[in-house]
């Protein structure tokens, strides 16, 4: 869905995913549920983008091996909602839409467990 460079996903890690374009979906690739909340007086670019960058996100979800789950709705804070767990954005400025997603794995632990640190010894010293 591209016609120009990609940029954002050469910045994400392998465990994310994006999708971006320079071409505009139309509004009819839009769920009823994603197209009701455009304000009526929206006009048809601000539409378009809005559009584009639900599919963008909509395939970045696929890429990312997120089975589809059909529109991608505001939240209460006006981002998008996306299944659980995943985390991502949505982007447009003029001329280029994209979305990136992720499902960060789980953080490593580090360090060292001890119960009880009045049983820690502290290290000898060689002569």
């Not at 392998?14 to 139309?26: I, L, N, S």
């Not at 006009?43 to 059909?70: I, N």
Request: charged share 25%.
């Amino acid at each position: 869905m591209t016609a120009g460079p990609l940029v954002l996903g050469r910045l994400l890690p392998g465990w994310a995913r994006a999708v971006e374009t320079y071409v505009d979906a139309p509004v009819t690739a839009l769920h009823d549920e994603e197209r009701e909340p455009l304000a009526p007086a929206a006009v048809e670019r601000r539409r378009r983008e809005f559009a584009t960058g639900r599919v963008c996100a909509r395939q970045a979800l696929a890429a990312l091996g997120v089975p589809p789950s059909g529109p991608l709705p505001r939240g209460s804070a006006g981002a998008p909602s996306r299944p659980g767990g995943v985390r991502g954005g949505i982007t447009h400025c003029p001329g280029h839409r994209a979305a990136a997603v992720a499902s960060p794995p789980a953080p490593r632990r580090s360090g060292s467990t001890r119960s009880r640190p009045d049983r820690c010894r502290p290290p000898r010293r060689r002569p």
